[in-house]
């Protein structure tokens, strides 16, 4: 096992109870959009596919990035606006604009 | 190591904070826009930090990536209609997964050109389970679109012998990920992997039915993350594993809150085929020997306008009605008579964890008004009427008593403690889990026929006339 391997699985393990930890606080009212959202952040794919995209003279792998650039960007920016869209819906009185 | 590629460390670990923070700001209604807010511009600083990379030299192919993915993305996050958003999320998982897979795809056909011999073990083990969950979250999630958006059948697809066909297709995916790490960089084994990874995804969705999507949706939400997190072991690049990780850790919470309140492990969940997929399809019509009481407008509204406290309970029929609107109007009428009025969530209310929340916030309905199923319970017992609109399985008391029910033991609405009961509803169907609710037949039971808008909106004429 490489040395990066591992720091790869630290960081992993770490993240994830950071993760767990600060998602069991979200109330059910919000789960909509912390799904979307955390839907948005799963676009950080998008750094693995710039990547891929801009290392070499176009190549199959190129267009593959370029692909993976076009999926990973819809999921970030649809996902950061369309939570963005619901969570300005919730008010807590109704005249509240 | 040298200052950009300093900036660029000191950059990620900037944006990865920002994750989690802006998800920690998600506690709270108040401070959740700010919460996303903050994540995207976690998003925005790791994506400018990337493109200063020494490995990027060309950016017109990122441009034109970047470009039509925000344009897709945009669109679609304004179009969409509130109860479409499962479907959304669904097909946005699958963008995320797809992207991931298609890296590892890139990644191991660039590694296969610049050397003959094996590549080193971390990375091919890598890339094969970002393959694999990539190209799974991909395929799955676009079937779950479908059945969400109706383009299919909403009823578990199965055929003989399915279980087999689908364990056989997993057993081939581990042994060729073994034989092309350890043996031999095939290129044909290697596609063949890429493909049996899409075909598990579908196989493996297609026998869960329409009303189990929102496990479904929660579960592909976690495996978009975990794709993201091996993608990131693969170009070993920390942000995309920790972000990865949020996004795996989120859907997993999300994945057993679901699944608790149905009652149900994961695995009857994904294996069991269960339910007709649509609702009032149920096979199992009303016995009709037992005695049912309907209420007009007049009754319904005189009830719901006189008492001093009101619980409503929506369901999806509430949301497919479109009902919401005249709902809130119900709800300043009431509340302006001085009726103390209540909604009564359910986690399973809507499509996917928290969606009825979303529609009625949308209706423009108070976030405050609204609460989780364990603390409406503890109220029904002192509240004057329950109005039901548009759910059944979430209050049928049979999940509390009868052993033999096939809900037994989920979490119910407590709505048969209440002092009246109003349901609206369209006919004696079943719901999705096609069972006889005994509520109906209460004796302080009315159910209010007709569709959920219409019943809604009259409800509200006759509350202005008292």
Redesign the interface.
Known sequence: ??E??L??LT??VL??F???E?????????????????????????????????????T???I???????????????????????????????S?K | MNLIDSIIALTYLLA?SL??Y???E?????T??R???L??VG?FL??AA??I?R?????S??M???V???L???V???K?K?TA?PQ??GA??G??G???A??A???F??LIGETDSLM?F?TSV?IMLSIIIGAVTFSGSFIAYGKLEGILSGAPMTFPGQKVINALVLISLVILSIYLVAVDHNMSLFYLLVGLSFLYGIMFVIPIGGADMPVV??LL?SF??M???T????????????????????????TQ?MCKAMNRSLANVLFSAFGTGDAGAGSIRSSGDKAVRSVDAEEAAMIMGYAQSAVIVPGYGMAAAQAQHAV?ELT?LLESRGVDVKFA?H?VA?R????M??LL??A?????L?H?MDDINVEFPHTDVALVIGANDVINPAARTDKSSPIYGMPILDVDKAKNIIIIKRSMNTGFAGIENELFYNPKTMMYFGGAREKVQELVSEVKKL
């Open positions: 096992m490489s990066t391997l720091m790869g960081i992993f993240a994830m950071a993760g767990l600060v998602i069991n606080k979200v109330p059910p009212t919000l789960h909509t959009p912390l799904m979307s959202g955390a839907n948005a952040i799963s676009g950080i794919a998008v750094i693995g596919a710039l990547l891929v995209t801009g290392r070499v003279a176009p199959i792998e190129t593959l990035g370029v692909i993976a650039v076009i999926f990973a960007t819809i999921n970030v920016v649809g996902g950061f606006l369309v939570t963005d869209r619901m969570l300005l819906m919730f008010k807590k009185k109704p509240e | 990865a994750f989690i802006g998800i920690r998600m506690s709270s209604p108040a959740a826009r919460g996303n807010l994540a995207a998003m790791a994506i990337t493109l990379d490995q990027i030299v060309s950016y192919w990122i034109v990536g970047i039509i993915g925000s897709i993305g945009a679609t996050a304004y969409v509130m958003m959304m999320v946005f998982n963008f995320g797809g992207a991931s298609l890296v795809i890139a990644e056909l660039r080193r971390d890598t949706i929660s939400n978009s993350g794709a993201a997190c993608a990131g072991f693969v170009v070993e690049n920390n942000i995309l594993i920790i972000a990865g990780s949020l996004v795996g850790s989120a859907g997993l919470i999300l809150i809130r300043e969530i986690p809507g996917m964890p928290g969606h929340n979303v916030a949308e423009q309905l108070p976030y405050t609204l989780d």
